[in-house]
């Protein structure tokens, strides 16, 4: 049963098509990176043009490459939300007129869950219930997932991404963009001790919050002109770190579940991956990694969702709108 993922939330613009749901026949990504590099951050109009370029050439590629044509698609997936509004309304158009066109199912798939969903196309898949960080240059979150469908947000972000303070850091450094794959690789060269930077309300639940992080960096910038790019980094990557480990265990540890996933364009951060499983190996809780191409935005973890959505009888209708605020599961407070 074959599936058509489409993903077009940010800057990437992604077709994937999944048997059953987990199993990736083919995937393609078409980055925007070179686009919005010279500006430091996406600049939203130029990635909805881009979109309008590439999403029928990327969707033709996914088919070509799986062998398939349209006739041989059960359902379309497509993400609906949270994301750039512009950049969403472009996948959700196209997703609806080939649909309509083709007399084919269509599923609205909410983009965190897509990312939780990442970790069903790897061959060992965790059982529920299990506690995720999703984190990426949009959100940090951490849900409890107790099944298909049901999502129990424990903390959030209050401010910036921690993908967004790794982006926002590596500009400041001048590193390049996106920031965090340039600040991961830089830190192997610092001494993550040398600056100690804040590490922003570790004792304090399980939200979380960046933007202060961000500002100290550039006060030491400005104070220390000097100091090594290297051991800012490194010293910023292992304050964001500390607290996405810290607030991820403690959540586990609150419900007592002894599988965590990460997923999210940060969570193909090395120091991360390693402080995750390292901790949690000392509590004798699993860590589920995943590769780099399923950490960072794709189309079949929209596939994958979408068969789920499929399976349950979730068709969308073809008044669908993307929605660039939307919230996935129940906040703690409401269960
Ligand atoms: O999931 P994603 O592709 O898009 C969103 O949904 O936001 O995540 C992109 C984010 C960017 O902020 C990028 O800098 C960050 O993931 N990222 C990393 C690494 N690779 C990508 N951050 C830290 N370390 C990495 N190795
Ligand atoms: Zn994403």
């Known amino acids: 049963m074959l599936v058509l993922g489409i993903d077009t939330s940010c800057d990437d613009t992604a077709a994937s098509i999944v048997d059953k749901g987990t199993s990736v026949i083919s995937s393609i990504v078409s980055s925007q990176n070179e686009i919005h590099s010279k500006y430091g951050g996406i600049v939203p109009e130029l990635a909805s043009r881009r979109h309008l370029e590439m999403l029928w050439p990327v969707v033709d590629e996914a088919l070509y490459k799986a062998g398939a044509v349209l006739d041989d698609i059960s359902a379309i997936a497509v993400c609906q939300g949270p994301g750039l509004i512009g950049s969403l309304l472009v996948g959700v158009c196209f997703a609806k007129s080939l649909a309509y066109v083709k007399n084919i199912p269509l599923i609205a798939v909410n983009h965190l869950e897509g990312h939780i969903f990442s970790s069903f196309l790897q061959k060992e898949k965790p059982e529920f219930p299990f506690v995720t960080l999703v984190v990426s240059g949009g959100h940090t979150s951490i849900y409890e997932v107790r099944g298909f469908g049901k999502y129990i947000e424990m903390g959030r972000t209050l401010d910036d991404a921690a993908g967004e303070a790794f982006d926002k850091v590596a500009k400041l450094l001048q590193l390049g963009y996106p920031g965090g794959p340039f600040i991961d690789s830089l830190s192997e060269e610092g001494d993550p001790k040398a600056i100690l930077f804040p590490r922003p309300n570790i004792n304090k639940g399980l939200d979380f919050s960046f933007s202060g992080l961000k500002t100290a960096v550039l006060t030491h910038i400005k104070k220390e002109p000097l100091a090594k790019k290297q051991d800012i ?82 068709i969308a209708k073809f008044n669908l709108n993307p929605k660039a605020y939307l919230p996935l599961g129940l906040p703690a407070s409401d269960i």
Do not use: W
Not at 275 to 280: D, H, I, L, Q, T
Not at 289 to 314: Q, R, V, Y
């Open 233 to 314: 980094a490194a010293g910023f990557q292992a304050a964001v770190v500390d607290v996405l480990v810290d607030k991820t265990i403690a959540a586990a540890r609150n419900r007592n579940i002894k599988r965590i996933v990460l997923a999210g364009g940060v969570s193909a951060n090395r120091e991360l991956r390693q402080g995750m499983e390292k901790r949690a190996g000392n509590e004798d809780i699993k860590t589920y990694l995943l590769p780099a191409d399923l950490c960072t935005d794709n189309a079949a973890m929209i596939a994958s969702a979408g068969f789920f959505h499929f399976k349950e009888g979730d």
